[in-house]
């Protein structure tokens, strides 16, 4: 975890902004992005959401797309990139992290994606596919809070894709998702390099 939690995960961080530019390939594309103190994982792409973005099952090709705690934007861009006749949505409380994103949306040449905070997101839309690398250091209960409002959002035929280190409860993760009664299943998908891929669908 390259910031404490109460930086990357508060509306406006306290600690200076300190901007830099890494270079990141997604989609077969080398971009250089912006990335700051405050915000999740600033100097790299963060090892789980690599195993995400190599792991996951193409989204759907269109409809609507979720990002979960999207950061600087990684995820979402890809989502983008892979689904131009999609709608992402990259949703996140940090503010600082949401300008960062739609810079590197800017960089990258996507159109096809917004960057907001939760309560923009209008409360009719459901999503055909969900991505997270979920922010697991907020603790169960608002780790929790947060699954619990947005994969419920899932269309009938929706399916949700979370990336969770193993040893920071992937496993007890899964168990809690199969018992909440939202009519939706979990299991295992895949594991790499000591991360577990959930995929979560309407049972």
Same mark, same amino acid.
């Given at each position: 975890?390259?910031?404490?939690?109460?930086?990357?995960?508060?509306?406006?961080?306290?600690?200076?902004?300190?901007?830099?530019?890494?270079?990141?390939?997604?989609?077969?594309?080398?971009?250089?992005?912006?990335?700051?103190?405050? @915000?999740?994982? !600033?100097?790299?792409?963060?090892?789980?959401?690599?195993? #995400?973005?190599?792991? $996951?099952? /193409?989204?759907? &090709?269109?409809?609507?797309?979720?990002?979960?705690?999207?950061?600087?934007?990684?995820?979402?861009?890809?989502?983008?990139?892979?689904?131009?006749?999609?709608?992402?949505?990259?949703?996140?409380?940090?503010?600082?992290?949401?300008?960062?994103?739609?810079?590197?949306?800017?960089?990258?040449?996507?159109?096809?994606?917004?960057?907001?905070?939760?309560?923009?997101?209008?409360?009719?839309?459901?999503?055909?596919?969900?991505?997270?690398?979920?922010?697991?250091? @907020?603790?169960? !209960?608002?780790?929790?809070?947060?699954?619990?409002?947005? #994969?419920?959002?899932? $269309?009938? /035929?929706?399916? &949700?894709?979370?990336?969770?280190?193993?040893?920071?409860?992937?496993?007890?993760?899964?168990?809690?998702?199969?018992?909440?009664?939202?009519?939706?299943?979990?299991?295992?998908?895949?594991?790499?390099?000591?991360?577990?891929?959930?995929?979560?669908?309407?049972?």
């Amino acid at each position: 975890m390259s910031e404490p939690t109460d930086h990357y995960f508060t509306a406006d961080p306290a600690t200076p902004e300190e901007r830099r530019t890494i270079e990141v390939s997604l989609e077969g594309r080398r971009l250089r992005l912006t990335t700051a103190r405050g @915000v999740y994982s !600033p100097d790299r792409l963060d090892p789980g959401t690599a195993v #995400l973005l190599a792991g $996951a099952p /193409d989204p759907s &090709a269109t409809g609507d797309l979720l990002d979960i705690g999207c950061g600087w934007g990684p995820i979402s861009l890809t989502l983008a990139l892979r689904s131009p006749e999609a709608r992402v949505w990259g949703v996140d409380v940090n503010r600082r992290a949401l300008d960062l994103a739609r810079r590197n949306a800017t960089a990258a040449g996507v159109r096809n994606v917004t960057f907001c905070e939760p309560d923009e997101v209008p409360a009719d839309v459901r999503f055909s596919t969900i991505w997270s690398n979920p922010p697991i250091h @907020v603790g169960k !209960p608002a780790l929790h809070a947060l699954l619990e409002r947005w #994969l419920p959002r899932l $269309a009938d /035929d929706g399916v &949700a894709y979370l990336v969770v280190q193993r040893h920071l409860g992937s496993d007890s993760l899964q168990k809690w998702l199969n018992d909440q009664d939202w009519g939706l299943a979990c299991r295992r998908l895949s594991s790499a390099k000591a991360f577990r891929i959930l995929e979560v669908r309407r049972a």
